[in-house]
């Protein structure tokens, strides 16, 4: 799910990968979820389709040639948005394995994603 926009302490806005929908969600309302194999943010299903979509957290350093991307804002924010998670307990699972995330948004919030507009025209079966 592409990440619109993040305002720390208040929402995330995102866009249904399926339906296209914008939804808004409370930050209070997201939990940083810490497995072995990674740490997601679960989103709330879309209000459009009904689909339930995940933020990745990273821990390594964007790729060079993906530099000032969308792909590496998106990193950076959400990046962001999980160590506000992890600041305010809103974890499920042992925070303290996670490596510290290099790569954080620059300037100031509210901080944007801008996503390419171009529509799906097949959505893969196999994830």
């Not at 339906?19 to 209070?28: I, L, M, S, T």
């Amino acid at each position: 799910m592409p990440l619109l926009s993040y305002q720390p302490r208040a929402s995330i806005r995102c866009r249904c990968i399926i339906c296209k929908a914008e939804n808004d969600h409370p930050v209070a309302s997201l939990t940083l979820m810490v497995r072995k194999d990674g740490a997601n943010i679960r989103l709330p299903v879309c209000k459009g389709c009904g689909a339930v979509e995940f933020l990745s957290r990273t821990t390594d350093a964007c790729p060079d040639a993906h530099k000032g991307s969308p792909f590496d804002v998106q990193r950076r924010v959400v990046n962001a948005l999980s160590g506000e998670l992890i600041t305010a307990g809103r974890v499920d699972g042992d925070a303290s394995a996670l490596l510290p995330a290099k790569d954080l948004p620059k300037g100031a919030p509210p901080y944007k994603v801008a996503w390419l507009q171009r529509p799906v025209t097949q959505v893969p079966r196999k994830w």
